[in-house]
């Protein structure tokens, strides 16, 4: 079977169409792969950014709340001082001007410990 001249330049035209049509293709899947890509990694990237602003602003709101306890608590602790100091103060001025009642009232009180020391040890 011999072949025409005109036969194998219809071959070669199809096989050339037919590798310009695949390449076409490709060229256009490559493309759209590209742009599905970067859509993807553009999403990737503003999601990356949210999530770093929440981290932020959850780590700004525990600091603010980590400040706040603390100044609450230094407060709280300034105000325990003063009142203990001024107790003492008024104890110790009870003490001066009532020694006989002082040293009355420190025995009940120490009485009433002891027996509440020895309650304590005997249940055992």
């Known amino acids: 079977m011999v072949e025409s001249p005109e036969s194998v330049e219809a071959a070669r035209e199809t096989i050339a169409?037919?590798?310009k049509s695949a390449r076409d293709r490709f060229q256009r899947l490559g493309s759209d792969v590209q742009e599905r890509y970067q859509k993807v990694s553009e999403d990737v990237r503003?999601?990356?950014e949210r999530a770093s602003q929440e981290i932020r602003r959850g780590a700004?709101?525990?600091r603010e709340g980590y400040r706040e306890a603390a100044d609450s608590a230094r407060e709280g602790y300034e105000q325990a001082?003063?009142?203990a100091g001024d107790l003492s103060r008024d104890v110790s001025y009870y003490v001066?001007?009532?020694?006989?009642?002082?040293?009355l009232i420190a025995a009940g009180v120490r009485?009433?410990?002891?027996l509440l020391v020895r309650r304590g040890g005997s249940e055992d």
């Not at 009485?111 to 002891?114: K, Y």
Request: hydrophobic share 30%; no cysteine.
């Open 96 to 103: 001066k001007d009532n020694p006989g009642k002082s040293m």
């Open 81 to 83: 001082r003063r009142r």
């Open 111 to 114: 009485f009433l410990l002891g």
């Open 46 to 48: 503003r999601g990356a």
């Open 60 to 62: 700004e709101r525990a």
């Open 17 to 19: 169409e037919g590798v």
